[in-house]
Nanobody, 120 residues
């Protein structure tokens, strides 16, 4: 069994910062790409940022220069540092990872989501 557990969401004023964390646990052999997605009310889920096992990163244009994704492979954890937050960043943020379990195949896993609300 593998679980992704997110933390760090909350309410913040425009221009503020939040840091999300997502820890993977279970019978993990290796973790490939780890990503953050978000879904705002009435909108489709979209990729915010991704990071490969080797540390290569990619970002949605809407968050470039404001968000930073990083990972700690020793802790099986991915982070999303969000600065200069805007009301349009309000959404449920989901962690995603491609994980190979012990004696298993590579599979896609999702966290339960954490709410980020940017409002004055």
């Amino acid at each position: 069994q593998v679980q992704l557990v997110e933390s760090g969401g909350g309410l913040v004023q425009p221009g503020g910062s939040l840091k999300l964390s997502c820890a993977a646990s279970g019978s993990i052999f290796s973790i490939g790409t780890m990503d953050w997605y978000r879904q705002a009310p009435g909108k489709q889920r979209e990729l915010v940022a991704g990071i490969s096992a080797g540390g290569s990163t990619n970002y949605a244009d809407s968050v470039k220069g404001r968000f930073t994704i990083s990972r700690d492979n020793a802790k099986n954890t991915v982070y999303l540092q969000m600065n200069s937050l805007k009301p349009e960043d309000t959404a449920i943020y989901y962690c995603h990872a491609n994980i190979r379990v012990v004696a298993g195949t590579l599979r896609s896993y999702w966290g339960q989501g954490t709410q980020v609300t940017v409002s004055s």
